[in-house]
């Protein structure tokens, strides 16, 4: 039973580019939520998603930042004109039904230049 | 919303057991996780206490008491391969389905 799988692993940008981030949730996991995690700091909630839906995206920026989960095909968390601020660990997690244990993937780390 | 406050570093000794302590506001939690973070991976889940007191799975133990917003995890038999980051996080309030975090503490074994 493959786990939560995130591409790319790691992803360089330059300022102003577009930053795509895929997250296929674990097997019968229907919930996906994206954290991200800045340097010596933890992990901060951004978005909890389920198919075709947002359901909370109070930890999400105003501006730039985007999340989709369609019905076929992986999670995405778009980041639009980059900055250096945003180069962190982004970590995408899913479960099977709200309020129980999240299961991590590995993480995308994004580097702005 | 919640604040989760934890050590940011231990030292321990491979062979010994350390404590690894977790506090947070009492308001609207609602169950408390730990996770383990080694460097430059994923959060791997370890347990999860919705109940006061004790549950022990093999090296590994967590505590709760919810009246006092105090959690613990407790390591046994240390080995070098625990030296890694430990990750204290419970849900935001009533309803939400948002994990706060703490910072996590580094936990150093030594020989």
């Known amino acids: 039973n493959a786990g939560v799988m995130q591409n790319p692993r790691h992803l360089v940008r330059r300022r102003g580019q577009e930053a795509r981030l895929r997250c296929s949730p674990m097997k019968g996991h229907s919930h996906v939520y994206w954290y991200r995690q800045l340097p010596e700091e933890g992990l901060k909630f951004m978005v909890y998603?389920?198919?075709?839906?947002?359901?909370?995206e109070s930890g999400m920026p105003k501006e730039r930042f985007s999340a989709e989960f369609p019905k076929e095909g992986p999670s995405i968390l778009r980041i639009q004109q980059v900055v250096r601020g945003d180069s962190a660990a982004y970590f995408c997690?899913?479960?099977?039904?709200?309020?129980?244990?999240?299961?991590f993937g590995p993480g995308t780390r994004l580097t702005v230049l | 919303g919640q604040n989760i406050d934890q050590p940011t570093e231990m030292t321990a000794t491979e062979g010994a057991i350390v404590q690894i302590n977790c506090t947070y506001q009492t308001s609207g939690f609602n169950g408390l996780f730990w996770y383990q973070q080694h460097a430059g991976e994923a959060p791997t889940f370890l347990s999860y206490n919705v109940l006061d007191g004790l549950e022990e799975k093999g090296r590994f133990s967590s505590f709760l008491s919810r009246s006092k917003g105090y959690s613990y995890l407790l390591l046994k038999e240390l080995q070098m391969k625990d030296s890694a980051s430990y990750l204290c996080?419970?849900?935001?309030?009533?309803?939400?389905?948002?994990?706060?975090f703490g910072k996590g503490t580094k936990l150093s074994v030594i020989p």
């Open positions: 998603l389920q198919k075709e839906n947002i359901i909370d």
């Open positions: 996080a419970g849900y935001s309030g009533a309803g939400s389905y948002q994990l706060t």
């Open positions: 997690a899913s479960s099977p039904g709200t309020r129980n244990e999240q299961f």
